[in-house]
C-alpha cells in the first residue's frame, strides 16, 4: 500500500507514530512525503508517481503511450493541470495548463500495469495532439495522425465535435482535422 503524509497521519495519529511504524520496519519512506507497506518500492513507479501528485490526469506523449497510440516510452509523465495550479519543479513532469472549463473534459480511467490512472480519452488526445502540433517533433506528430487515419472507426467523431466546442480556435483545429485525419 502506497501512503501520501498525510495518510499516514490519518492512520498512524502523529509524527512520532509514522517514525516508530518506519523504525519498526512495517512502513517504509520512499520519497519526500510518499511511504509504502512494501520495502523495495521505486521512487520511479507510477502507482508512486499517482499517490505523489495526487492522481494526475496524464496527457500528449504519456496519455498516448498509455493507450498504445505511440510506442516510445516518453522521457518525462506529460500532466495537464488547472491553470491556477502550481507548477510543479521536477524535470521528469511536463504540465500542460489549460482552462477549469477545458480540464476535465474528456477525463477517464484505464489500468496500466495493473495501475489504475486517469488520462484524457483518445478522442480528446485526438484535439490536443491538434492543438498543440506545432510543439511536437514532426515525426512523433506525423505517427499520431497515421494511427488515427488507420483507426478512424475506434473514435467516436461525435463525442470529439462536442469537446471541439468548448476549445479555443475551435474552427483551425476543425479545419487541421478536415485536411489531415478525415
Not at 49 to 73: C, H, Q, R
Not at 118 to 128: A, F, G, S, W
Amino acid at each position: 500500500m502506497i501512503y501520501n503524509y498525510k495518510d499516514c497521519i490519518n492512520k498512524y495519529k502523529s509524527h512520532s507514530g509514522i517514525l516508530k511504524e518506519i523504525n519498526s520496519k512495517r512502513l517504509f519512506k520512499i520519497g519526500k512525503g510518499i511511504y509504502s507497506t512494501k520495502e523495495n518500492l521505486n521512487s520511479k513507479d507510477l502507482a508512486v508517481f499517482i499517490k505523489k501528485y495526487n492522481n494526475p490526469i496524464f496527457t500528449m506523449e504519456s496519455a498516448l503511450f498509455y493507450w498504445g497510440i505511440v510506442d516510445e516510452i516518453p522521457e518525462k509523465e506529460y500532466i495537464a493541470s488547472d491553470k491556477d495550479a502550481y507548477k510543479i519543479k521536477d524535470k521528469n513532469i511536463k504540465q500542460y495548463f489549460d482552462n477549469k472549463g477545458l480540464i476535465n473534459l474528456g477525463v477517464t480511467t484505464t489500468t496500466y500495469n495493473g495501475v489504475k490512472i486517469r488520462l484524457y480519452n483518445k478522442e480528446r488526445m485526438l484535439l490536443e495532439v491538434i492543438r498543440y502540433r506545432n510543439k511536437l517533433p514532426y515525426d512523433f506528430y506525423k505517427e499520431v495522425v497515421y494511427y488515427y487515419r488507420d483507426n478512424i472507426n475506434e473514435i467516436d467523431i461525435s463525442l470529439m465535435e462536442e469537446y471541439l466546442e468548448s476549445f479555443p480556435k475551435k474552427e483551425f483545429i476543425s479545419n487541421i482535422l478536415d485536411m489531415e485525419i478525415f
